[in-house]
């Protein structure tokens, strides 16, 4: 009997035990949830001071971009009425204390009405100040009153160097302020737009940038506005490392004359030549540069005594004067001459060097 029963307690014994192995897991794991509890909290300490500085620049900058969306009116076929739908959307920055955005072009072309949002989340309809296809500008207007966001502080961008880290601040496939970092990759490149024409000089960052952030403000270390983020260079459409952005001295430039006249006034000689003819009669006479065909009555160029060619005898054109510099930067074509009198304004001063019966002189104009 006594071994019966030691028999029977050792059989038990055996199966609580390997009842309580096999629950070992299950135990452990009701004890872990029963002690689980938030982890004490690491002193995270200052932050760096690159992030300081990224932080200040965003919270500087962002109440003055805004979101910018488009619409169009298309007709129903069925009831024939006008309905307004949606176009697209991009960025802006607020440019003065007057309501006026700045934003590129291409945001705005061809829809019948542009809203844009502030960072307080009030929208305003936007009327159309004007725009400069060629440098893919526009300005628009909203009536924000007195309590509008400031504007944004605006830098130089003759100055700057590849490498520089810089900021780009828009609403990418709408999702508004957003910020990217990066640096600039290269300077002064040229590309297509989207109807034909080419913008140049633009600035070349790896900072993100993508549908959206068009019309953005491209800003450096210092929290000051160097560019507008215009175009990506990418095969699918998003980013792809490659993104440009148009220099704040142009739209320095540019801005004032399309609130001013409400389009971009080139300044003028008030001359008149022609790429391939100047360029054959620039080879006859052995002088890189601009062959003036003829000059107009009253203008800039007749004050300052320019010379057009002339007709021989035997029907032949005879190159009078040929403009070779504009203030000591030379000129080899056409598209040259007018890319250098776009950096100036209506009533600046330039020097034309100009090569004249062999001798190259030169000649003060006061452009009109």
């Not at 829809?111 to 159309?128: G, K």
């Not at 160097?161 to 810089?166: A, L, T």
């Not at 290269?186 to 940038?209: C, F, K, N, V, Y």
């Not at 300052?304 to 403009?323: E, F, H, P």
Request: proline content about 5%; aromatic content about 8%; charged content about 20%.
């Amino acid at each position: 009997m006594h071994a019966f029963a030691l028999s029977r307690f050792l059989f038990w014994f055996v199966i609580f035990f390997l009842i309580a192995l096999a629950s070992r897991p299950w135990i452990e794991d009701l004890f872990i949830r029963y002690q689980a509890e938030p982890r004490a909290i690491m002193a995270r300490g200052e932050l760096a001071a690159d992030e300081q500085t990224t932080i200040a620049i965003f919270e500087t900058i962002s109440p003055s971009v805004v979101y910018i969306t488009t619409s169009g009116r298309v007709m129903d076929l069925l009831s024939r009425n006008l309905l307004e739908v949606p176009r697209g959307t991009g960025s802006g920055f607020m440019w003065d204390r007057h309501g006026h955005v700045v934003t590129n072009y291409h945001v705005v072309a061809d829809v019948q009405a542009a809203y844009v949002r502030l960072s307080n989340q009030r929208v305003y309809e936007a009327a159309l100040v004007g725009v400069s296809p060629e440098h893919d500008i526009a300005v628009l207007r909203i009536d924000s009153g007195a309590g509008g966001p400031p504007p944004v502080a605006i830098g130089s961008s003759h100055d700057l160097k590849v490498g520089q880290k810089v900021f780009a601040i828009g609403n990418p496939f709408g999702l508004d302020y957003s910020l990217t970092g990066g640096v600039i990759s290269a300077l002064d490149r040229t590309i297509p737009s989207d109807e034909g024409r080419t913008i140049e000089h633009l600035i070349q960052t790896d900072a993100a940038i993508n549908p959206g952030n068009s019309g953005g403000p491209l800003i450096d270390s210092a929290g000051r506005v160097i560019g507008m983020n215009t175009a990506i260079f990418s095969p699918s459409g998003n980013f792809a490392g490659i993104g440009f952005a148009v220099p704040v001295d142009t739209i320095n430039r540019v801005v004032p004359r399309l609130i001013a006249y409400g389009r971009y006034v080139r300044p003028a000689l008030g001359v008149i030549t022609d790429g391939d003819l100047s360029r054959r009669l620039a080879e006859s006479v052995g002088v890189e540069g601009v062959v003036i065909l003829q000059v107009q009555e009253g203008s800039p160029a007749a004050r300052a005594g320019l010379r057009a060619a002339t007709m021989s005898k035997n029907g032949d054109l005879v190159a009078a004067d040929l403009i070779v510099a504009v203030d000591g930067q030379d000129v080899d074509s056409v598209e040259r001459l007018i890319e250098l009198l776009d950096a100036y304004r209506v009533g600046d001063k330039v020097v034309l060097r100009v090569y004249r019966d062999g001798q190259l002189i030169e000649v003060d104009v006061v452009l009109g």
